[in-house]
């Protein structure tokens, strides 16, 4: 059974910068796309950036340049190093195995409960 537990998120000023840990079990890493999601109030989840088994990294639009998706496979461990944040970066980030459908949350395999990310004054 996978199971993926996020931490890391807080609240930061515009700016600021937050890392982002996602610890899984059941997940075989060497085999396995993982990624990062969020999801704001009143809008659809959305995938911000993904890193396949061979390294190979994705990341939506809004966040190239600012964001960095890593793995460790010895701590089976996803992070989400975010720099620069703006309040369009607030919402709830998940982590997520497997493939999603095109850039929405839906078709993963797994998801976690996600972590909190408030960015405002």
């Known amino acids: 059974e996978v199971h993926l537990v996020e931490s890391g998120g807080d609240a930061v000023q515009p700016g600021g910068s937050l890392r982002l840990s996602c610890i899984a079990s059941?997940?075989?890493?060497?085999?396995?796309?993982m990624g990062w999601y969020r999801q704001a109030p009143a809008r659809e989840c959305e995938l911000v950036a993904t890193i396949s088994p061979g390294g190979g990294t994705f990341y939506t639009d809004s966040v190239k340049g600012r964001f960095a998706i890593s793995q460790d496979n010895r701590k089976n461990t996803v992070y989400l190093q975010m720099n620069k944040l703006k309040h369009a970066d607030a919402a709830v980030y998940y982590c997520?195995?497997?493939?999603?459908?095109?850039?929405?949350?839906?078709?993963?395999?797994?998801r976690g409960q996600g972590t909190q990310v408030t960015v405002s004054l």
């Open positions: 059941g997940v075989d890493f060497e085999r396995t796309d």
């Open positions: 997520g195995a497997g493939y999603s459908d095109g850039l929405s949350c839906n078709g993963l395999d797994a």
